[in-house]
């Protein structure tokens, strides 16, 4: 699980987002492109900024092979604050 604030940054990784993005905390959604691809970090910004966009997530491929579809979760109604987390594909 990756949280994002409101400006777009990555502001905490569990452990099992910390093995797979070890220096993830502080990089911004975009620096993620290389990672999850230009589709799924668009998909998320539309999502954190309130956007439409497909209702289905595109398939990011991760380094180790896994693909994966993130799913961008309101992670507390008093802050903006949004929860990405990925489910295998």
Request: proline share 8%; with cysteine; charged share 25%.
């Amino acid at each position: 699980m990756l949280l994002l604030d409101a400006d777009e940054h990555l502001s905490f990784a569990n452990s099992a987002a910390t093995r797979l993005v070890p220096d993830a905390v502080g990089l911004s959604l975009p620096r993620l492109d290389a990672l999850l691809g230009t589709p799924a970090v668009a998909w998320l910004q539309a999502a954190q900024r309130g956007e439409a966009r497909a209702a289905e997530p595109p398939l990011a491929r991760l380094p180790d092979g896994n693909a994966v579809r993130a799913v961008c979760d309101e992670f507390d109604r008093r802050l903006p604050r949004r929860a990405i987390t990925a489910t295998t594909a």
